[in-house]
T-cell receptor, first 114, second 116 residues
Framework: AQSVTQPDIHITVSEGASLELRCNYS??????LFWYVQSPGQGLQLLLK??????LVQGIKGFEAEFKRSQSSFNLRKPSVHWSDAAEYFC????????????FGTGTRLLVSP | NAGVTQTPKFQVLKTGQSMTLQCAQD?????MYWYRQDPGMGLRLIYY???????DKGEVPNGYNVSRLNKREFSLRLESAAPSQTSVYFC???????????????FGPGTRLTVL
């Protein structure tokens, strides 16, 4: 079964600074990978996803993520953080066989300081 | 186009009471899901319905039942609520057309449930 680890519970970044959120997965083959964002009091919104092909994936709101098979990682990046990016971010992994359920990481809460 | 809607938004129950959380989607999606979100635990799948007429257990099904009423609606029932079921519950849906890869799940706004 697949699993996801997000090692950072909280991260604080200054507005305008770059951001990298870490995600490591465990799966026997190349999985489907997702990043979701949850603003306070809201449901989850998809930022980006990786299925196959180019390992650098572009998403909404200026986010990107890079799939690195050798490191079993799918880290989320943004070159310049805005105050509105403060939220909780979830990495998720899906298997390529069977019914395609997602397994979510425990989330990383991003705080943006002025 | 409302997407995924959930009712109620907030609920307080006493231990042993029952209730049903309602979820509906207007995107003609085939698959629907119920998750619970607890601090430090991320989202955990309770039940899912791959298609109309089918339901299956997820990671944490104990204490819950579900009904896929039709293609649009997927309800979650707590027969005898316990304090351990205090959580935020999210419903989600996805297209899930076979052979097209894993589709994006669209989430509702959540139901915040407190069991005293």
């Amino acid at each position: 079964a697949q699993s996801v680890t997000q090692p950072d519970i909280h991260i604080t970044v200054s507005e305008g600074a770059s951001l990298e959120l870490r995600c490591n997965y465990s799966y026997g083959a190349t999985p489907y990978l997702f990043w979701y964002v949850q603003s306070p009091g809201q449901g989850l919104q998809l930022l980006l996803k990786y299925f196959s092909g180019d390992t650098l994936v572009q998403g909404i709101k200026g986010f990107e993520a890079e799939f690195k098979r050798s490191q079993s990682s799918f880290n989320l990046r943004k070159p310049s953080v805005h105050w509105s990016d403060a939220a909780e971010y979830f990495c998720a992994v899906g298997a390529r066989t069977g019914f395609q359920k997602l397994v979510f990481g425990t989330g990383t809460r991003l705080l943006v300081s002025p | 186009n409302a997407g995924v809607t959930q009712t109620p938004k907030f609920q307080v129950l006493k231990t042993g009471q029952s209730m049903t959380l309602q979820c509906a989607q207007d995107m003609n999606h085939n698959s629907m899901y119920w998750y619970r979100q607890d601090p430090g635990m991320g989202l955990r799948l309770i039940y899912y319905s791959a298609s109309e007429g089918t339901t299956d257990k997820g990671e944490v099904p104990n204490g819950y039942n579900v009904s896929r009423l039709n293609k649009r609606e997927f309800s979650l029932r707590l027969e005898s609520a316990a304090p351990s079921q205090t959580s935020v519950y999210f419903c989600a849906s996805s297209v899930s057309v076979s052979g097209t890869g894993l589709d994006e799940q669209f989430f509702g706004p959540g139901t915040r449930l407190t069991v005293l």
